[in-house]
């Protein structure tokens, strides 16, 4: 193997050191996808975690008094043979106590909560205009529902902005020095990671970031570098303020067998409009783990080619190419993204 080179980034293009790739049966290149492992919950999600349970029990709480003492509750507010209505209002309670607690679709539940609360200040109202109805006991009870209903809106906010979350890997035929320098070079991640328009270093540690978002969306934000293993490791996340909350890691780890380097990267955002903003992303073509897998095979054949692959303008093909090795034998023909 030839001795490795030192290169100095961004000088376009890039040549790793070659290193043979290896094919299974039926002579297709594929990367190696790592499924979404189990992590620790981010300060955010436990908040929210926190919020849906303290509500989920308040819910069944108040669904049970309301189911067992109607009539003591329909005689303190002054609307007399209303103990049906209670009763039902009870029941809705508790099955949203339930469903909060079960922990399967909090966001659903806490909004359903929401609109609960707004039935529950209608009929208030309704009730004060009662010939026997206490106004006075009607509006303490109106100002307190109003004061819940602004913490399940925070709560159901908070829980609909929950992060979305993907993990990816690729082999690439380089050292994992190389692709570590590549990678520190901020400079360098537009240059295969499709929406980054702009990574601006701003000192050792922090840069500010343009992004394209869903249907035009132009967002940026700053980050900074949380972790920095040379060679192994690289971990940023947005500071605080930013209109994405963004964290995203990778990983480098010598291939078995000296036969390249393991790159593996995460990524973890909350978008604007949180998971409505990931699913409309999602329709637009936009699917987070499908732009990652893009990125790493984008990053592959930068790294080892200098160039990015495509078959645009091509009648038939395959939509990326693997390896520019694998394509120059298979295909007669390559058309390249120059840098």
Request: with cysteine.
């Amino acid at each position: 193997m030839a001795p490795e080179q030192t290169l100095e980034y961004p000088t376009p293009p890039i040549r790793a050191e070659a290193v043979p790739p290896t094919l299974p049966r039926g002579g297709e290149m594929r990367e190696k996808e790592v499924q979404p492992e189990h992590r620790p919950a981010t300060p955010w999600e436990t908040d929210a975690h926190a919020a849906a349970t303290a509500l989920g029990l308040f819910s069944i709480g108040l669904g049970a008094a309301e189911i067992i003492f109607p009539r003591a509750i329909a005689g303190w507010l002054g609307i007399r043979r209303r103990q049906i209505l209670l009763r039902a209002l009870g029941a809705r309670e508790i099955a949203t106590g339930i469903g909060l607690l079960s922990g399967r679709g909090r966001a659903t539940w806490l909004w359903s909560r929401v609109l609960g609360d707004a039935i529950d200040l209608g009929l208030l109202a309704a009730a004060s205009q009662l010939r026997h109805a206490k106004s006075r006991r009607i509006a303490a009870v109106s100002a307190a529902v109003a004061a819940v209903t602004a913490g399940d809106v925070v709560a159901s906010i908070r829980a609909s902005h929950r992060a979305v979350h993907t993990r990816q890997s690729i082999t690439v035929n380089a050292s994992p020095e190389t692709a570590y320098q590549f990678w520190r070079c901020l400079q360098n991640l537009p240059r295969f990671m499709r929406h980054v328009e702009l990574v601006r270093p701003e000192g050792e540690r922090r840069s500010h970031w343009v992004v394209s978002g869903p249907g035009g969306l132009r967002l940026e934000w700053d980050a900074e570098l949380t972790d920095d293993q040379p060679n192994r490791l690289l971990a940023w996340r947005s500071l605080p303020g930013s209109p994405v909350r963004h964290v995203g890691s990778v990983e480098f780890e010598r291939a078995p067998g000296e036969r390249g380097t393991v790159v593996r990267a995460e990524v973890e955002y909350a978008p604007p409009a949180g998971r409505l903003g990931s699913k409309i992303a999602t329709l637009l073509g936009r699917d987070p783990s499908q732009e990652l897998r893009e990125d790493l095979r984008r990053f592959k054949q930068l790294l080892e080619t200098g160039e990015i692959i495509t078959t645009e303008g091509q009648p038939a093909g395959r939509s990326q190419g693997t390896s520019w090795r694998y394509d120059a034998t298979v295909r007669g023909e390559r058309e390249y993204v120059r840098f």
